[in-house]
């Protein structure tokens, strides 16, 4: 089979994707996700915490709802129709963190859930902090001028 035959093959047989259909859902309920966030946010202005402390209580919420709605199961089943929407905030990354220590449970807390609760996480945490690094070294060189 030469590599144009395949070519016409796997388009065949390949789905088509709905793209328009698959970006407005993750607009959308990526904006409820954000919404909510304003609103939790919100509330905890109305509490009468700072404008810095009510964000820190609003991320802090937005991570333990959705680390809950995935222990539940439930968070996949809202990731299926949105896509991208639930997979950029901060709760996506909260997602992927607890869904880990959740499949490697059954391996005991040590050699499953800490082990490899940041195999899917932990690129993201490692070049946040390496270009955080090398940002602030560069920062610092100009700021020497």
């Keep these: 089979m030469t590599p144009r035959q395949y070519a016409r093959l796997v388009k065949e047989i390949s789905p088509n994707s709905p793209m328009g259909k698959n970006c407005l859902n993750a607009f959308?309920?990526?904006?409820?996700?954000?919404?909510?966030?304003?609103?939790?946010?919100?509330?905890?202005?109305?509490?009468?915490?700072?404008?810095?402390?009510?964000?820190?209580?609003?991320?802090?919420t937005l991570v333990a709802l959705s680390a809950l709605l995935t222990g539940l199961s439930l968070y996949d089943n809202i990731a299926k129709h949105a896509g991208a929407g639930t997979l950029v905030p901060i709760t996506g990354f909260a997602n992927a963190v607890s869904s880990a220590a959740l499949e490697f449970k059954t391996e005991g807390f040590i050699l499953?859930?800490?082990?490899?609760?940041?195999?899917?996480?932990?690129?993201?945490?490692?070049?946040?902090?390496?270009?955080?690094v090398v940002y602030g070294l560069i920062y610092w060189i100009t700021t020497l001028f």
């Design 112 to 132: 499953g859930v800490g082990a490899k609760i940041f195999t899917i996480a932990g690129p993201v945490i490692v070049y946040g902090v390496s270009a955080s």
């Design 28 to 60: 959308w309920i990526g904006g409820l996700i954000c919404a909510l966030g304003q609103l939790i946010k919100n509330g905890y202005l109305a509490l009468e915490l700072s404008e810095k402390a009510a964000s820190t209580a609003m991320s802090m």
